[in-house]
């Protein structure tokens, strides 16, 4: 299985776990094949239970799809209000 690249960007207290996170620029992330937004979250060290809102590409999705080359992952932490 290859590997594919994606790049990530952290939202709301998500940036507290990359200190030197620049948000323009998001995180390259390298991957492999067939990777889920579970597992690219694993490889980011972001806990699962902040790391809630997934948009692939501008596109709500959930932890168990499939990440693919030249994606734009944007990552938030749960909304709140009321």
């Known amino acids: 299985m290859g590997f594919i690249l994606v790049n990530v960007k952290l939202f709301a207290t998500l940036r507290r ?3 030197n996170y620049d948000p323009e620029k998001g995180i390259d992330v390298k991957v492999e094949e067939g990777s889920t937004i579970k597992k690219l979250i694993q490889i980011l060290q972001l806990p699962g239970n902040e790391a809630r809102v997934i948009l692939i590409n501008g596109k709500s999705k959930m932890t168990t799809d499939i ?3 030249g994606d734009q992952i944007n990552i938030f932490t749960p909304l709140g209000g009321g």
């Open 67 to 69: 990440i693919e080359d």
């Open 17 to 19: 776990y990359y200190p």
